[in-house]
């Protein structure tokens, strides 16, 4: 471990400049504690570059990892272990992927549900060594998943009104539902529920008129939820209904309302720059305008992230701001921070002509000795001693100095205590230049070859990189949902979320910069606090660098003897030989082996032999824990239909269907011995074939600490209904029914009828798979009895997890995770897989393309049928951590 630590520490060292400052304690306690930082301590970032941003429920979402080490963002010789959490939109966790990293790089997939529900999907990615540094340093990623097999129901709403009076809210809206061929549902019923997080608060049924208009008004408790929405069911048929869920707005007077004077004080008499940020309690901006009380008709008004600014000079201590929720009306009146009679305020100037950054330090201090440090991720790159001539001190920071990111200006007085501070965003000319050169034409299953080439300040410059290639006409505005540039120099280094953050890195035009700007001024710093500097209090360690998979357990007593355990040696065996380790233990029983490199679920054996009581001992190993089960529920403000995406959905379902039933073909050309017997087991388990959707335990990382098997079913299939009550538990399942038959499905334990009760008794752990059959085609070879759909539950053969005997237990525990390779056909020669209409949305993806030591690589494709325009998406990085993104439209 000691020469990656090395490498960071050099590579940092040599950013370092030096300064002329007398040999006081101050400085030399800022800097010693920066120096042991980051030999010590380097902090990790990690970013997924996802093929798309929009999905439709079943289709493949692909990514690309990148992991970065230290305050320079080399890429990371750390960690070798990524954690990638895929969330519904009501924050169900769906699905965990082991991603084996190789300097910093990996890659995987997700399987979208195809019997899931649409919404918001989040994305979280993370190492065991980023944990140490708080869970805001994680990579957190939006997606829109809609479902391409609805549209017949689209509810719009829109909130004319929102007040709030005596602690609670009240709404007045319209809605209008139609459906995806445009027309009204006319003289329909819905029912409409207002939730807060898990809480009902309101419900409501509602008749559509003729033109499938609605208007209604409606109260909940003035409470911050975490999240709250409105939750419209449609009853499309007596048996079936869907289920939309949109955002439902806060009340203003919930909203996080803060003015922000530059440098974190103003005072009477002097010009400041008073920045605002508005936020409600779900993390969404709150678009504001307003007036200040008493300003001399100063008003103001944010953009489209709640942010903005204003010059003001107060005359006095005291102001109030009246403010207006744009969109609603809704108004309230909150006070301003209190301006100062003395004391200091800070103006810094980023000229983008200059060769330096000017911090002004104006006002009174006493005593007048103070300190500027300017920082970057915990490199200083310049630290002065001075005192204020006339009321003013005025600092250059030449920017040869800084690197890019976000540069933290301190002003701090002479024994120590903050005084001032201010962000500002740096961008170095070290962004690599991405070029590239285009051969064939965008038309119908053209082939087209494409040569990359990276460089820096004319010179070839070799890197690693993703792309992506999607119909552009299929995709949303990739450019919003942020990028490499915003993941790993803007939003990992602040509190709080950015909405919109690629928004900010779109161009260089000057009111891009300036809205930038905006989030310097209303953001803190998230990586230190100048106390825990002061104090030389460092990060506590719980969490360590993972370089493998591994495996933690207990050995002990068999016979709970009064002897104990004296220590011993333990090994573990995976798979007929594929690893094994070998590692001691003491007297506590506890064992642990690193570094484990093999992939998916394996059988591993593990053996134990105590110096003291030998084979007569248990061993037991722990289920990994999760870092989340679920996370609050995110909703978009209306229901999306992307439908350039839609109209391609049959096609590319059918496509992608018949490409995994090709993949199947292939493998059973393939002398794989241990899977064979396993699919084949399966396959006879499963006398009445898979159902519609497959729930693996294995995949929900959550399971192990379920308590029963309907907590698998429970959120993760559209359309069933699960509810569990003490001993008993019902599940209804949408789009089935029979009226002889009551309302709930057939139970089938290794495929022998039983009922819930039974059902409850299963340890989840036991569980190797369970399928719901929902299908009416499905369902037929049930009979009556499976009128109202299946829920068939499979056991692992031997429980899965086998008893310790004699000091060994053979269990199954989880590798990391197989990425599966993407499609592209070949067009140059016919066969079964070309013959189905190509409309994939996705033409090209490659997570791991690396350019030579000339800077080019170059690669081919083929182009779908109805693609008229693709949309490239280039982003990446060279060994020194400098990135590169290149967008390009090509037809």
Not at 86 to 103: A, M, P, S, W
Not at 277 to 302: H, K, L, N, T
Not at 390 to 407: A, D, F, M, Q, Y
Request: aromatic share 10%; net charge negative; glycine share 10%.
């Amino acid at each position: 471990m000691k020469k990656p630590f090395l490498k960071l520490a050099v590579a940092s060292a040599l950013l370092f400049s030096n300064f002329a400052l007398a040999q006081n304690e101050l400085p030399t306690k800022i800097q010693a504690y920066f120096d042991t930082y980051q030999k010590e301590y380097p902090v990790e970032k990690s970013y997924l570059h996802l093929d798309k941003h929009t999905y439709t429920l079943g289709e493949d979402l692909w990514f690309s990892a990148y992991l970065t080490a230290g305050s320079v963002q080399i890429p990371s010789p750390l960690s070798m272990t990524l954690y990638v959490d895929l969330f519904d939109g009501d924050g169900l966790l769906l699905e965990q992927k082991i991603v084996r990293l190789e300097t910093g790089r990996g890659q995987g997939d997700f399987q979208l549900p195809e019997f899931g529900k649409p919404g918001t999907y989040r994305i979280k990615a993370y190492t065991a060594w980023m944990r140490n540094f708080g869970e805001e340093y994680f990579f957190t990623k939006d997606i829109s998943v809609v479902d391409g097999a609805g549209g017949s129901f689209l509810p719009e709403i829109k909130f004319n009104e929102i007040s709030s009076s005596e602690g609670k809210t009240t709404y007045r809206a319209n809605l209008i539902a139609i459906d995806s061929k445009g027309n009204p549902l006319a003289n329909k019923n819905l029912e409409v529920k207002a939730l807060g997080g898990e809480e009902e608060l309101y419900s409501q049924n509602l008749t559509l008129n003729t033109q499938g208009q609605v208007s209604f008004t409606f109260s909940i408790p003035e409470k911050s939820y975490p999240s709250q929405n409105l939750e419209l069911t449609y009853l499309e048929n007596e048996n079936y209904s869907v289920i939309q869920k949109v955002r439902l707005p806060y009340s203003l007077s919930l909203a996080d309302i803060q003015f922000l004077p530059e440098g974190g004080h103003w005072i009477v008499g002097k010009k400041s720059q008073m920045a605002f940020r508005g936020i409600y309690p779900d993390g969404m901006p709150a678009e504001i305008q307003g007036e200040v009380v008493g300003g001399s008709g100063i008003s103001f008004e944010s953009n489209f992230g709640g942010l903005g600014k204003f010059e003001i000079t107060p005359e006095k201590a005291d102001y109030q701001a009246k403010i207006t929720a744009i969109g609603t009306g809704q108004q309230i009146t909150i006070d301003l921070p209190k301006a100062d009679t003395d004391g200091l305020v800070l103006q810094v100037v980023n000229n983008p002509a200059a060769s330096y950054i000017t911090a002004f330090v104006q006002g009174n201090y006493e005593p007048n000795s103070l300190l500027l440090v300017s920082q970057t991720r915990g490199i200083i790159n310049y630290m002065i001693q001075g005192a204020l001539a006339n009321g003013v001190w005025g600092v250059r920071i030449p920017k040869e100095n800084l690197i890019s990111g976000i540069n933290q200006i301190t002003v701090f007085s002479g024994d120590g205590k903050p005084l001032l501070e201010r962000l500002i965003f740096f961008q170095k000319d070290d962004r690599l230049k991405l070029d590239l050169s285009q051969t064939g034409a965008i038309s119908v299953r053209e082939k087209l070859n494409l040569e990359l080439k990276s460089s820096l300040a004319g010179q070839a410059m070799p890197g690693s990189f993703s792309i992506s290639i999607v119909d552009a006409d299929q995709a949303g505005d990739e450019n919003l949902a942020g990028d490499i540039f915003s993941s790993l120099l803007l939003t990992s280094d602040l509190h709080g979320s950015i909405y919109r953050p690629g928004h900010y890195f779109k161009d260089l035009e000057k009111s891009t910069h300036e809205a930038l700007d905006l989030v310097m001024l209303t953001h803190g710093w998230r990586r230190f606090e100048w106390s825990q500097v002061l104090a030389g209090e460092l990060p506590k360690v719980e969490h360590f660098i993972e370089r493998g998979i591994n495996i933690e357990g207990q050995v002990t007593d068999q016979e709970d003897t009064k002897k104990g355990l004296g220590g011993g040696k333990i090994t573990a065996l995976v798979g007929e030989g594929v690893e094994i380790v070998s590692s001691e233990y003491g007297p506590n029983g506890r064992f642990i082996f690193r570094d484990m490199d093999y992939l998916d679920s394996a059988q591993v054996t593990i053996t134990a032999e105590d110096i003291r009581l030998k084979n007569f001992i248990n061993v037991d190993v722990e289920s990994p824990k999760v870092v989340f089960n679920s996370l609050h529920g995110k909703y978009p403000n209306q229901i999306s239909w992307p439908k350039g995406l839609i109209a391609t959905y049959q096609e590319r379902t059918f496509m992608q269907r018949l490409n995994e039933e090709l993949d199947v073909m292939d493998l059973e050309g393939v002398t794989v011995e241990a899977q064979t017997i396993e699919k084949e087991e399966e396959e006879i388990k499963k006398i009445y074939g898979a159902g519609d959707v497959t729930i693996d335990p294995e995949k929900i990382p959550a399971s192990v600490g379920f308590t029963n098997v309907f907590q698998l079913i429970q959120g993760r299939v559209s359309g069933v209904q699960v509810v569990v009550n003490g001993l008993n538990a019902s599940v209804t399942i949408r789009g089935v029914g029979s009226l002889s038959s009551g309302t709930e499905p057939l139970y089938l334990l290794d495929n022998m009828p039983v009922d819930a009760g039974t059902l409850l008794q299963v340890n989840p752990r036991d569980v190797a798979n369970v399928d719901v059959f929902k299908d009416p085609a499905k369902t037929a070879i049930f009979g009556a009895q499976g009128a109202n759909g299946v829920i068939a539950v499979y056991t692992k053969t031997g429980a899965g997890v086998l008893v310790s005997v004699g000091g060994t237990l053979v269990t199954r525990y989880g590798g990391y995770s197989v990425p599966r390779e993407f499609y592209q056909p070949k067009y140059d020669t016919k066969n079964t897989a070309t013959a189905a209409t190509d409309k994939r949305a996705t033409i090209y993806w490659n997570p791991l393309l690396k350019t030579d030591a000339n800077g080019t690589v170059s690669l081919d494709y083929f182009n779908t049928d109805v693609a008229k325009r693709q949309l490239l998406i280039l982003e990446g990085m060279d060994a020194e951590g400098r990135l590169g993104r290149l967008v390009r439209i090509l037809e």
